[in-house]
């Protein structure tokens, strides 16, 4: 149904065009998806990508997605071995900063390592499917935890796939001070074995974590 108005696609295709071609990114993509799923325009993966691109240019982490996603499955580009790699590895990094930010639900699509820790403030939610994918962290960035949870988050992991403190590296896999629900996973930490301290999950003040399943 529209909001306030009949619901016309076509009409929401030229509004949104308007305001994309004077620059606003969040309409550039939305005129991306009219064009990836032909609501209100012709059907057209390559300007659907054109969008995207136009909008994920300006910084619009849901542009960046979808523009990695029509590389990921070569939909109105060329699916090209490195400009895919690079630009999905970005994409999919930028997601998951985002969406732990702001809390939610997120799929992995692709196997990704962070450059810093991925932090859920206090007062978030998120539920990560780990969807047979990884995420690892960079071996040079010592002490970098891969996932931080701040007191008065929630996080819950679900699903096949494995979060990965490189060897070497002196973070956590998962450190919380919030609440970490765990359904499923592999865990590995590169803290040395013989370190007291070792730990896949390490909870700290008033963090709790319930494990259901998986892998440490």
């Known amino acids: 149904e529209g909001l306030g108005v009949t619901q016309d696609y076509t009409e929401a295709a030229k509004w949104y065009r308007k305001a994309a071609e004077q620059g606003n990114s969040y309409a550039q993509d939305n005129l991306g998806y009219c064009y990836y799923s032909g609501k209100g325009v012709a059907q057209d993966n390559y300007e659907a990508a054109k969008w995207y691109r136009k909008a994920a240019e300006q910084g619009n982490v849901d542009a960046q997605w979808n523009l ?43 196997d ?53 403190a490189v060897s070497g590296n002196d973070g956590y896999v998962v450190y919380s001070r919030g609440e970490v629900v765990i359904n499923g996973g592999t865990f590995t930490s590169g803290l040395d074995s013989n370190n007291e301290e070792n730990a896949n999950i390490y909870v700290r003040g008033n963090g709790k974590a319930y494990i259901n399943g998986g892998t440490f």
């Open 68 to 110: 990695g996603y029509c590389y990921r499955n070569g939909y109105g580009v060329t699916q090209e071995g490195d400009v895919f790699t690079v630009v999905e590895a970005s994409v999919i990094e930028n997601a998951l900063k985002s969406v732990f930010a702001n809390g939610g639900e997120y799929t992995l699509i692709s």
């Open 112 to 164: 990704v390592v962070i450059d810093e820790s991925l932090v859920l403030p206090a007062g978030k939610e998120l539920v990560l499917n780990l969807n047979g994918k990884t995420i690892t962290n960079k071996v040079d960035n010592k002490s970098t935890d891969v996932i931080f949870v701040e007191e008065g988050a929630k996080l819950t992991i679900n699903g096949d796939g494995n979060i990965t």
